[in-house]
């Protein structure tokens, strides 16, 4: 089954957002059962990290533990947009239990944090960081590289789809490639697609199309 995380730079946003992924991925997968979860939204000193990340946990360990009841296997994707994205991205590489992510897709979501923070595609990105950390990566280090993907992959990484768009302003290109770097190193199965006209989600239908028909493929290899 299907796990999908809404985005919103983790202030806003609700997974109904998602409804047009959850409506294509129920057609062209009808064998999966897709979950689409919400987490805490953090505002105003409220909700900082790692709140999301420990909901996104906290879904799943839920999801795990009625699996039986709701008639599901254990074999779980995890797919986000986003803030969603790196939710995704972070959990996969992260935990391993109650159960290890078969293969996480990533729409365009941040990868490392610090990176993101000092090398902002625009000036709103730092502000928006420290508003939901707190804090900056030069006063807490260990906070910024406990949530970013990238220091958690390993060789036993789940498989791994990144779709990024090349004309993104506020998650750029730059982040998934990091991430892609470390994966290649680390000998994980990924895919990296790059579409060079792509802004932040505001796709055009060919584009979406793409998108998915390539998550089907991935999936049908490394989740079947």
Not at 32 to 37: E, L, Q, R, T
Not at 49 to 62: G, H, N, R, S, T
């Given at each position: ?68 009841e709701y008639n599901i296997s254990d ?75 990238v220091s958690f992959v390993s060789a ?27 994966l290649i190193t680390a000998g994980v ?36």
């Amino acid at each position: 089954f299907m796990i999908l995380i809404h985005g919103g730079g983790w202030v806003e946003g609700n997974k109904n957002d998602l409804d047009g992924y959850l409506e294509v991925l129920k057609r062209n997968g009808p064998e999966y059962a897709v979950f689409n979860i919400n987490y805490r939204l953090a505002a105003s000193g409220q909700n900082i990290f790692p709140a999301q990340e420990l909901d996104v946990k906290k879904c799943i360990e839920f999801i795990y533990s009625k699996r039986n009841e709701y008639n599901i296997s254990d074999k779980f994707v995890l797919l986000g947009a986003s803030a969603g994205g790196h939710l995704a991205l972070l959990h996969a590489y992260k935990y391993t239990t109650p159960v290890k992510v078969k293969a996480v897709v990533s729409f365009f979501g941040p990868t490392n944090l610090t990176a993101f923070y000092n090398n902002p595609p625009n000036i709103f990105i730092p502000v928006a960081l420290q508003n939901v950390t707190g804090t900056t990566p030069q006063l807490n280090p260990l906070l910024y590289q406990n949530s970013s993907p990238v220091s958690f992959v390993s060789a036993a990484s789940c498989p791994t789809l990144l779709l990024q768009g090349g004309n993104d302003l506020l998650v750029p290109a730059s982040q998934a490639e990091l991430l892609k770097a470390k994966l290649i190193t680390a000998g994980v199965n990924h895919q990296y697609v790059l579409y060079p006209n792509g802004g932040h989600g505001d796709w055009d239908a060919t584009t979406y199309a793409d998108a998915f028909t390539k998550i089907d493929a991935f999936l049908s290899i490394h989740n079947p």
